[in-house]
């Protein structure tokens, strides 16, 4: 697996580091609120795993899987809830958390789709941002790092559901994609 990457571009303690960060800023933030906080599955669970952990005001957590369609045609920023969340967010502070942004679509479907079911706020926080691929006016509330327009993997996110247990993140190289 450690093989396939051609160049790691966050180490594990770089990453947990930025983790720490994110989390004593939201701590502050929402000092006083009880959040309810959404990981997007399945790229976002080690993220929101370790992130949680760092977050010290009480809050209470829901997992909401989404899949986009036709990724190949024209991205429509249509997006299928394959599995919504358990609670209501009505009259909650909700902390959506991301792995990855790049062309925004995803997330502003998910913004949309919380805001009509009445979320009291809707704040966002990602790990990651590819801000050159951005295709919709969006921008996260909190980001830990950018990254340029290349695909990456490893701490949760994937290449066809492989290498979401790398510690760090990095680029594959070009011979995985063209087996
Ligand atoms: P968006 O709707 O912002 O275009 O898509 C975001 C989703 O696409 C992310 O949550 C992630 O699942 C996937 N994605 C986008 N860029 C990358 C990348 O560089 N690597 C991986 N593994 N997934 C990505
Ligand atoms: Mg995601
Ligand atoms: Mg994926």
């Known amino acids: 697996m450690q093989n396939d990457i051609k160049e790691v571009l966050y180490s594990e303690a770089q990453i ?34 370790d992130l949680v952990k760092a977050i010290s005001v009480p809050l209470e957590i829901d997992f909401m899987a989404v899949s986009s369609y036709g990724q190949s045609t024209q991205s429509s920023g249509v997006v299928k809830i394959m599995k919504d969340l358990d609670v209501s967010v009505e009259g909650r502070d909700v902390l959506i958390v991301e792995d990855i942004i790049d062309s925004g679509l995803t997330l502003s479907y998910l913004i949309d789709v919380l805001e009509h079911r009445n979320a009291k706020s809707v704040t966002v926080v990602t790990l990651f941002d590819k801000p ?48």
């Open 16 to 49: 947990q580091a930025k983790v720490k960060e994110l989390g004593d800023q939201l701590s502050v933030d929402f000092e006083g609120r009880n959040p309810l906080v959404i990981c997007v599955l399945k790229g976002a669970f080690i993220f929101m795993s």
């Open 132 to 179: 050159a691929r951005r295709t919709v006016d969006l921008q996260p509330d909190y980001k830990g790092f950018t990254l340029p327009d290349e695909f990456v993997v490893g701490y949760g996110l994937d290449f066809a559901e492989k290498y979401r247990n790398l510690p760090y993140i990095g680029i594959l190289k070009p011979h995985v994609y063209e087996k």
